[in-house]
């Protein structure tokens, strides 16, 4: 299947602080996906971008395609201790006519109040 | 608008036995696919099911099975349980748009002893 690797591994910042994260990829992807999964529960989707160089926003969360579609970006604007979880980056595996989604490996966020 | 349910939300079963997880899927949607979640990684496609039938499968054994009911909800079965199947096992629907937005279920995390 598809390598989708995410970095930073983890994350630890300070209540107001900006987060950028990313994802990249061996191969081209024509759909990204950012999830936020809490401990224990099931992820949940954040934001989809659907073109090379798209840009979009949700709130205090921006992310882009990457122009090669081979990486996508999501920064976090302005932090708060709710933004605590793991970040996921998803995509269609290639091959296949279905919406089957391969995830990247994680970014771990934690905010101190 | 109902959102993705899962049951049960926890299950301890011993190697060997065999168990079953079910997912309702999101009002409207038409696809659910499963995924095993190994803690501290990211979900792996297990197997998607459309219009009643299996609409591809992920690197799983055949011991992973499944079914898909008129009204879209879905069970996964997974037969002589092993211990490395020990997992959070989420449940993923979407709609017949044929975007590649799936939504989650809260997930059942199975304990193997």
Redesign the interface.
């Known amino acids: 299947g598809q390598q989708l690797n995410q970095s930073p591994q983890s994350m630890f910042i300070q209540e107001g602080e900006d987060v950028s994260m990313n994802c990249t990829s061996s191969s081209i992807f024509n759909t990204w996906l950012w999830y936020k999964q809490d401990p224990g529960e099931g992820p949940v989707l954040l934001i989809a971008l659907y073109k090379a160089g798209e840009l979009t926003s949700n709130g205090r969360l921006t992310a882009q395609f990457g122009i090669t579609r081979k990486d996508s970006f999501l920064n976090i604007s302005a932090s708060i201790p709710s933004d605590v979880g793991i970040y996921f980056c998803a995509g269609p595996i290639y091959g296949g006519a279905t919406n089957k989604l391969n995830f990247g490996t994680g970014t771990l966020l934690a905010v101190q109040p | 608008e109902t959102g993705?349910t899962?049951s049960p939300t926890h299950l301890i079963k011993t190697r060997g036995q065999q168990v079953t997880l079910r997912c309702s899927s999101q009002s409207g949607h038409n696809?659910v696919?499963w995924?095993q979640q190994a803690l501290g990684?990211?979900?792996?496609?297990i197997f998607?099911y459309?219009r009643e039938e299996e609409?591809?499968r992920?690197?799983f054994p055949p011991r992973f099975s499944g079914l898909q009911f008129p009204n879209y909800s879905s069970e996964l079965n997974v037969n002589a349980l092993e211990l490395d199947d020990s997992a959070?096992y989420?449940c993923?629907s979407?709609s017949p748009s044929?975007?590649?937005?799936?939504?989650?279920?809260?997930?059942t995390?199975l304990t193997v002893t």
């Open positions: 993705v899962q696809t696919s995924y990684q990211g979900p792996q496609f998607q459309y609409n591809g992920g690197n959070l989420l993923a979407s044929g975007s590649y937005e799936q939504y989650f279920g809260p997930g995390r």
